[in-house]
C-alpha cells in the first residue's frame, strides 16, 4: 500500500493517481475536480482560478480518469464498431478517414474488422462486437441483410430497407446520367459495361440505373456487351479478366463503363496488352475517384463519390441516433460529380477496332 500523503503534499513517485490524491494535493474535493475534468454542466459555479489549478495539476501527474468509471457512471463505452470489407481497399479507407475524423472530434472510439466480403463473418463479427459493448455501427460497403438488435446501425453504400438501418447512399440514377450522358455526347454508341458482384452493396442499383439511362438515351446494350465482375478483390484484377473476356468475345466497342476505378485500372492494363490505347481506341469511365485516380496514367475520368464526406456524415448520424438527438431515417443521399481526365475523349474514326480478326 502507499504511503497516505498529508493533504496540500504531492503524491509520491510511482503512486497511483486518483481523484483522491489530486483532491488531497489541491486542498479539494473528489466532486469538485471530476467536475472540472468531465466539464459537467455545474463546472460553472467553480471559480476559474480553481479550474485552472485542477486542470494545471491533471497535466503535471498525467492524470487519466478511469475509463470503467466513466463508462458506469454515464453507463456508455464511448465505443462503436466499424465493418468493412478490407482495410486496405481504397474506397474503404477513405470513408473510414471521415469516420474516424468525426468520432475522435466527438470523443468516441471505434473497433474495426474486415469482413472479406464473407458471409459468415459478415453475421458473426457485429456479435462480438457487441461483446465488446460498441454502443452502434457503421458499416462500409457491407452487404447486410439484417440489422444489430436494438443498436443504431449506419450503412455506407447500404441499399436495403432494413430495421434500424440508416443508408447513406449515393444517388446512383444521377450518377449514371453523369458518366453516360458525358460519353453519349462526345459521341460514343457503342459503350461496354462492367456489372458489379452481387457481393457488392451498390452493385445491383447501380446497374440498375445505368440500364435506366442506357434505354433513355436509346443506347442498344447487347449481351456481347456486359461483363460480370466474378473476383471478391481490391486489386486492378478485378477489371482485368473481365475486359480480357470482351475483347476475346470479339465484341467491338469504343467505351467502356467500369465497376469502379480499381477495376477500370486493370481494364486500361488488359486493352494495353492487346494493343489498344486509352482513350484512343477506347474511352474508359470509372467510380470512385480514389487518391490513385488522378495520377494513373492516363487519369481517369470517374464519377466522383465523396467518401470523406459520406464517412463523417455516417459517423455524426450514428452519434445522434446513440444520443438520441435525431428520429431513424432510412435513406440519407450523397451527390455525385462528373470528374473528366484523360481517359475519355471522341470516338476516333480510325481507331484500332477492338474486334479480333
Not at 457512471?73 to 470513408?95: C, H, I, M, N, W
Not at 456479435?127 to 455501427?137: A, C, H, I, K
Not at 456481347?224 to 475483347?247: C, D, F, M
Not at 452519434?319 to 455525385?336: C, D, N, S, W, Y
Request: with cysteine; hydrophobic share 40%.
Amino acid at each position: 500500500m502507499p504511503k497516505r500523503i498529508k493533504p496540500g503534499a504531492a503524491p509520491q513517485p510511482g503512486q497511483p493517481i486518483s481523484l483522491r490524491t489530486l483532491g488531497e494535493y489541491l486542498n479539494l474535493s473528489p466532486a469538485t475536480i471530476s467536475l472540472v475534468l468531465n466539464n459537467a454542466p455545474g463546472v460553472r459555479s467553480i471559480p476559474q482560478e480553481t479550474r485552472d489549478r485542477v486542470v494545471e495539476a491533471a497535466a503535471k501527474f498525467d492524470y487519466r480518469p478511469s475509463f470503467f468509471a466513466r463508462s458506469l457512471r454515464k453507463r456508455q463505452t464511448f465505443t462503436v464498431g466499424v465493418l468493412v470489407p478490407e482495410l486496405s481497399d481504397s474506397y474503404a479507407s477513405q470513408v473510414l478517414s471521415g469516420v474516424e475524423e468525426h468520432l475522435i472530434e466527438e470523443g468516441y472510439f471505434y473497433l474495426t474488422a474486415s469482413h472479406r466480403r464473407k458471409p459468415d463473418l459478415i453475421e458473426e463479427y457485429p456479435r462480438l462486437l457487441m461483446d465488446r459493448s460498441v454502443e452502434g455501427f457503421v458499416f462500409i460497403d457491407t452487404a447486410l441483410h439484417k440489422g444489430v438488435g436494438a443498436l443504431p446501425a449506419v450503412a455506407v453504400a447500404g441499399h436495403q430497407r432494413i430495421e434500424g438501418v440508416t443508408n447513406v447512399v449515393l444517388d446512383q440514377k444521377r450518377a449514371a446520367e453523369l458518366a453516360l450522358r458525358h460519353l453519349y455526347q462526345l459521341g460514343h454508341r457503342r459503350i461496354a459495361f462492367m456489372r458489379g458482384g452481387s457481393h457488392s452493396s451498390d452493385a445491383d442499383d447501380r446497374w440498375e440505373c445505368l440500364m435506366n439511362v442506357a434505354r433513355d438515351l436509346k443506347l442498344q446494350v447487347p449481351p456481347e456487351l456486359t461483363v460480370q465482375l466474378k473476383l471478391r478483390v481490391s486489386t486492378p484484377e478485378l477489371g482485368y479478366e473481365p475486359t480480357n473476356e470482351l475483347i476475346l468475345r470479339g465484341a467491338d466497342f469504343t467505351a467502356l463503363v467500369c465497376y469502379n476505378d480499381i477495376a477500370a485500372i486493370g481494364a486500361i492494363r488488359a486493352l494495353v496488352n492487346h494493343g489498344l490505347q486509352v482513350p484512343n481506341d477506347v474511352s474508359i469511365v470509372g467510380f470512385d475517384d480514389i487518391e490513385s485516380a488522378a495520377f494513373h496514367n492516363p487519369s481517369l475520368t470517374t464519377i466522383r463519390q465523396p467518401l470523406h464526406q459520406m464517412g463523417t456524415t455516417a459517423a455524426r448520424i450514428l452519434l445522434q441516433r446513440i444520443r438520441g438527438q435525431a428520429a431513424f431515417t432510412e435513406f440519407v443521399p450523397i451527390h455525385p460529380e462528373l470528374v473528366i481526365r484523360e481517359s475519355t475523349c471522341p470516338p476516333n474514326p480510325k481507331r484500332t477496332r477492338t474486334r479480333r480478326a
